[in-house]
């Protein structure tokens, strides 16, 4: 499998000891990198009510408050060795900033890349702005 910069695994895991994963001990932490190569980190947030924040969704926001609008790579990693892929939600999330060229990267917790995935392998079919009318 391959590996990505080591860099990118130390901001990972940084973020990764930074979740807050009280009721579930599942950290989960994501980037989300723009065409330009600007980088934007998420954790996922658990609250008592179990209506948590995900990774995937707080590194969107991050993303889409500093204005950016496209997804050039993904980079999710769970606490362990296994898959530790998008919920369905988030799956819709990415989608909305992704392209055919998108590339979501699934780590371990060792940085090794255990599967990457287009938009179309993740989320088949997937319902995007497109679909919508034009205002």
Do not use: W
Request: proline share 7%; net charge negative; glycine share 8%.
């Amino acid at each position: 499998m391959s590996q990505v910069a080591p860099a990118l695994v130390e901001t990972l895991l940084k973020t990764l000891g930074n979740a807050y994963a009280p009721y579930s001990h599942h950290p989960v932490a994501s980037v989300m990198e723009t065409p330009d190569g600007q980088q934007f980190v998420g954790a996922n947030v658990e609250v008592a009510h179990y209506k948590g924040l995900c990774a995937e969704a707080s590194a969107i926001s991050a993303m889409a408050t500093a204005g950016q609008r496209e997804l050039a790579k993904v980079y999710v990693m769970g606490p362990g060795e296994h898959l530790c892929t998008p919920c369905g939600d988030c799956r819709q999330r990415i989608r909305e900033f992704a392209t055919p060229d998108t590339q979501i990267l699934v780590l371990s917790r060792e940085g090794e890349v255990l599967k990457t995935y287009t938009m179309e392998t993740l989320l088949p079919d997937a319902f995007g702005p497109e679909q919508l009318p034009q205002r």
